[in-house]
Structure formats: C-alpha cells, structure tokens
C-alpha cells in the first residue's frame, strides 16, 4: 500500500522557497516515527531540501532527468510513476513524503494520509489541494503537546480511504 504524510498551515501551505514554512521539532519527530523503516517515496525537489538523506529508510526519488545521479546505499532514482510500483512491495506500507507534484501523483493508489494541520498561516509558494472528504475517514485525531521548541498548536489526523 501507499501511504502520504504531509504537514500543512491553515490554508494548505506546504512549502516555500524549497523548504518547510515553520520549524515544529515535535512535528519532526512524529514524521521520524512513522517513517522509520519504511520505504519514502519523494520528489527531487523535496529530496533536495532535505537537510540530509533521512537515516533508517530506503529513499526512493522520482525524476524526470535521466542523467540525475545520487551515489547513496539508500537512495535510488527512479524516472516514472511505474517504476516506483516496480521497486516498491505493495503488501508494505511505502510512504510518500511529497511534494505537492508527487502527492498528485500518487493520489489515486493512495489508502491513508497522516496529516498534519499546522494552526496557523504562513507565506507560502507550494500548497496541498483540498481533499474530497466523502472519500475518507478520519480514523485518528489528537492535539501536540506543546512546549518551549514547539509552541504552534497543530492537529494530527489519519485519515484512511473510504472503500465502503
Ligand atoms: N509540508 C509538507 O509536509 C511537505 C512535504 C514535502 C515537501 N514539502 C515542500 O514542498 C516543496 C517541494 O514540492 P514540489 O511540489 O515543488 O516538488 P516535488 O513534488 O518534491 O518534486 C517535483 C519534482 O519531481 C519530479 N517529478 C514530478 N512528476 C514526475 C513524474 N511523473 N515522473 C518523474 N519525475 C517526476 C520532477 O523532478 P525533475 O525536475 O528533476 O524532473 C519534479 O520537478 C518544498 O518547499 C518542500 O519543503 C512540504
């Protein structure tokens, strides 16, 4: 199966300027428990805007450049959406990490989102789109604790795919 996790502001903010538009360490953490040991799934631009590649997970990044090269034991690029479902193991949960072109993508194949709703607003250059909630079910909501380092309240949800 596939799964997305994906952090968003009020408004659907993802990115801007090829980063994250807030600094959450608590949300990073959460994103760190879910992905660990699994395979992430991202595009090239969010691989690039990580601060390095993420330890415990195999990277599989998708691209358009047939020349692009990334010399990591953990890290295989791929060129089309085939090629992810080539590689990947379908009885495993393989997470998509984003960004928003790859999260179009993957829309269709997609059974949960862990979904992070950041309460406020923030400038931004990449948004998620609105998601057809009769198509999903919220199966998890919980508040984070807040504290010192992270002091914007946010939401976690899990929402799974409404197959009835
Ligand atoms: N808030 C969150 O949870 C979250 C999560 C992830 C990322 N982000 C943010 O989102 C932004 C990046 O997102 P983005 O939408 O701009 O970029 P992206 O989805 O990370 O990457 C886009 C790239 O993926 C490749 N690609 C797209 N479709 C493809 C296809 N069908 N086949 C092969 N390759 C394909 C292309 O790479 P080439 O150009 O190399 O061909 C394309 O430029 C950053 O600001 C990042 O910090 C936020």
Known sequence: MFSFII????????????????????????????????????????????????????????TKDKTYKYDHPNVEIVNSLEEVFDKVNLEEENIIIGGAEIFHLFLPYTDRIYLTIVHKTFKADIYFFDLDMDKWIETKKWEAILDDKTNIPHTYYVLDRNKG
């Open 7 to 62: 952090a968003v502001g009020e408004n659907n903010e993802m990115g801007v300027n090829n980063h994250l538009p807030w600094h959450l360490p608590k949300e990073i953490g959460y994103f760190r428990s879910v992905t660990e040991w699994h395979t992430i799934i991202m595009g090239r631009k969010t691989f690039e805007s990580l601060p390095k590649v993420l330890p415990n997970r195999r990277h599989i990044v998708l």
